[in-house]
T-cell receptor, first 114, second 110 residues
Framework: AQKITQTQPGMFVQEKEAVTLDCTYD???????LFWYKQPSSGEMIFLIY??????QNATEGRYSLNFQKARKSANLVISASQLGDSAMYFC???????????FGTGTRLQVFP | DAGITQSPRHKVTETGTPVTLRCHQT?????MYWYRQDPGHGLRLIHY???????DKGEVSDGYSVSRSKTEDFLLTLESATSSQTSVYFC?????????FGPGTRLTVT
């Protein structure tokens, strides 16, 4: 069965510093996708970044990058130059090709302080 | 903006009453999903649809049914609401490999 694990319930980071949010996954499938979503206090789910299991390079989107280590089954999110507006819940998720279902972790609450 | 709306945005209902939540998209995407979000569980898939009248169960489908008679609308029905179905419900659409979410519906069953 597929599973996503986020072991950090909460993280603190100072503004302008980089932060890494951990995500490990478990699947026996060879084809899958990994996602990160941001959920601010207003409640909406915002798509941040996607990594396919066959992508050789780590995905990047602006200040977000996904540190994909396939052998370790990890897909950590790195946020560079944190901003106060980055304070939110962050969810890691996995999809399995041909099923389209997303499996979510329990989330990490990030707080950015001045 | 993925063009997804959900209605109602908030609802309070009593145990045993039927409830229908609506998800509407404006871009004719084929795949649509319903998730629920509860503290400590992240989001969990309830049902999904891969086309008009084509639906399938997700991880937590008991007590829920869905219908999709038009590409743009995906309805989630709680036939007889229970307090355990108090949750925030999110609809999503799939665009290529990515899923984009609606604003959510907060449902309280008293």
């Amino acid at each position: 069965a597929q599973k996503i694990t986020q072991t950090q319930p909460g993280m603190f980071v100072q503004e302008k510093e980089a932060v890494t949010l951990d995500c490990t996954y478990d699947t026996s499938d060879q084809s899958y996708g990994l996602f990160w979503y941001k959920q601010p206090s207003s409640g909406e789910m915002i798509f941040l970044i996607y990594q396919g299991s066959y992508d050789e390079q780590n995905a990047t989107e602006g200040r977000y990058s996904l540190n994909f280590q396939k052998a370790r089954k990890s897909a950590n999110l790195v946020i560079s130059a944190s901003q106060l507006g980055d304070s939110a819940m962050y969810f890691c998720a996995m999809s399995v090709y041909n099923t389209d279902k997303l499996i979510f972790g329990t989330g990490t609450r990030l707080q950015v302080f001045p | 903006d993925a063009g997804i709306t959900q209605s109602p945005r908030h609802k309070v209902t009593e145990t045993g009453t039927p409830v229908t939540l609506r998800c509407h998209q404006t871009e004719n995407h084929r795949y649509m999903y319903w998730y629920r979000q509860d503290p400590g569980h992240g989001l969990r898939l309830i049902h999904y649809s891969y086309g008009v009248k084509d639906t399938d169960k997700g991880e937590v489908s008991d007590g829920y049914s869905v219908s999709r008679s038009k590409t743009e609308d995906f309805l989630l029905t709680l036939e007889s609401a229970t307090s355990s179905q108090t949750s925030v419900y999110f609809c999503a659409i799939r665009v290529e490999y990515e899923q984009y979410f609606g604003p959510g519906t907060r449902l309280t069953v008293t």
